[in-house]
């Protein structure tokens, strides 16, 4: 079973920045690669899509996290990264990778609204940005 291992995560002052991690516990990149993703949750809400990235490097994000956010991969290292910067105090969650994301889904923008089967999760990494 592929296990997704996140890093990266921490408290932060209002306006800073952070780059999330995100690797694969063995290789098995190929397959679950073809589209992956950054999502994040705070507790008492739904979690939600904050980006994802096919594998030919081109990413989609949330319209309100466009120009702060970037997700880019380093295929050599089996690596996804969430670069965030201008960090908000509403930015604060648990971020999670995902990958296996569906095709479909990640083209047309599902992906946004967390479909069920998204094959892999990690375990996700607390961010913290006060204020």
């Known amino acids: 079973q592929v296990q997704l291992v996140e890093s990266g995560g921490g408290s932060v002052q209002a306006g800073g920045s952070l780059r999330l991690s995100c690797a694969p516990s063995e290789y098995t990149y190929e397959g679950i690669s073809s589209c992956m993703g950054w999502f994040r949750q705070t507790p008492g809400k739904e979690r939600e899509g904050v980006g994802v990235?096919?594998?030919?490097?081109?990413?989609y994000y949330a319209d309100s996290l466009k120009g702060r956010f970037t997700i880019s991969q380093d295929n050599a290292k089996n690596t996804l990264y969430l670069q965030m910067n201008s960090l908000k105090p509403e930015d604060t969650a648990m971020y999670y990778c995902?990958?296996?994301?569906?095709?479909?889904?990640?083209?047309?923008?599902?992906?946004?609204?967390?479909?069920?089967?998204?094959?892999?999760w990690g375990r996700g990494t607390q961010v913290t940005v006060s204020s």
């Open positions: 990235i096919d594998s030919d490097g081109t990413t």
């Open positions: 995902a990958a296996g994301i569906g095709l479909y889904d990640c083209y047309t923008g599902s992906w946004a609204a967390v479909p069920s089967d998204i094959g892999y």
